[in-house]
Nanobody, 120 residues
């Protein structure tokens, strides 16, 4: 499966952005779709994930109440609505697809990343 992420940009603290990630190819491999992020000098960290039906979503504690993940299976696309952005949210955001929620990072399919920069 191939993933194309978009929607990053520069925003002021308190602002909003919506990231999109479109999947193509072997869509059956995209049972789980989600997002990680990596800030300069830091390790990549999990942000959010959602299963195909949308009945299960999972968020990192630092985004709960601010970010919302959703997906449109008719478009094979996952979205990350980011509100109340903080400077510490600045990072490259990577979408991923996986066959199940236990798939290791090495076995996930990754998008190319989209830069999110939040100014103070």
């Amino acid at each position: 499966v191939q993933l194309q992420a978009s929607g990053g940009g520069l925003v002021q603290a308190g602002g909003s952005l919506r990231l999109s990630c479109a999947a193509s190819g072997s869509i059956s491999s995209a049972y789980v779709m989600g997002w990680f992020r990596q800030a300069p000098g830091k390790q990549r960290e999990f942000v959010a994930r959602i299963i195909r039906s949308g009945n299960y979503v999972n968020y990192a504690d630092f985004v709960k109440g601010r970010f919302t993940i959703s997906r449109d299976n008719t478009k094979n696309t996952v979205y990350l609505q980011m509100n109340a952005l903080k400077p510490e949210d600045t990072a490259v955001y990577y979408c991923y697809a996986a066959t199940d929620i236990f798939t290791s990072d090495d076995s996930k399919h990754w998008g190319q990343g989209t830069q999110v920069t939040v100014s103070s």
